[in-house]
């Protein structure tokens, strides 16, 4: 089966300074709480390591079976501006798709503007294309919520709404909120979502 392959162009304007909104496109457990659309799906960060030659794996796929490893590799970081990094999807340890993934960030008003360029290679049919599309317009509207969430919290502590924030509670959907367990930041308080989910649906 030859290599099939296809490119997409996505924008949004967030109500977030670049620096708060790169700490959401760059921090693993940041990423989980947005990357996803579907209830019933998870991303397990099995290692997480942002930076210029870092590699990162995660699992994915329905809640009784995440199935699929992904293995992310990070080329550039110039933040808060732009960064590269490549994902390649594994199942049963085959390579099944791979893309490149380029952010740009820049200042808007008293917000930002992302960019995201994706360019994918299929192994396995043309299909991949138009899945990578729809997973990474559903992950991004879920950004896009989070950030709305945060604006309208004072900056904190890397960057993350507090518990007095009035506009987000325990239970507020679809991002609740959970307790850091470890650091210097320990005990507080930071937005994720009810159910952490995959950020492509084809996985």
Not at 46 to 61: I, L, T
Not at 130 to 138: H, I, N, T, V, Y
Not at 172 to 190: K, Q, T, Y
Request: charged fraction near 20%; proline fraction near 8%.
């Amino acid at each position: 089966m030859s290599t099939d392959t296809g490119h997409f162009d996505l924008s949004r304007t967030m109500p977030l300074t670049p620096d708060r909104l790169w700490h959401l496109l760059t921090d693993g457990q940041m990423r989980e709480a947005w990357g996803a659309p579907e209830e019933g799906m998870v991303m397990i960060m099995d290692k997480s390591d942002f930076r210029v030659g870092g590699h990162e794996m995660h699992r994915c796929g329905p809640a009784d079976n995440p199935e699929f490893t992904v293995d992310t590799r990070w080329y550039r970081s110039d933040g808060p501006h732009d960064a590269a990094v490549t994902e390649t999807v594994i199942i049963g340890g085959t390579a099944i798709a791979t893309t490149l993934v380029t952010y740009r960030v820049t200042a808007e008003g008293t917000g930002s503007r992302l960019d995201v360029s994706v360019a994918e290679s299929s192994f396995t049919g043309p299909d991949a294309d138009g899945e990578f599309k729809a997973g990474w317009e559903a992950g991004l509207a879920n950004l896009e919520a989070l950030a709305n969430k945060m604006a309208a919290c004072p900056p904190g502590p890397a960057c993350l709404c507090l518990p007095a924030c009035p506009t987000l509670s325990a239970d507020s959907p679809p991002f609740g909120l959970r307790r850091i367990d470890r650091g210097a930041a320990s005990g507080a308080l930071v937005p994720r979502q009810a159910h952490t989910t995959c950020a492509r649906p084809f996985f």
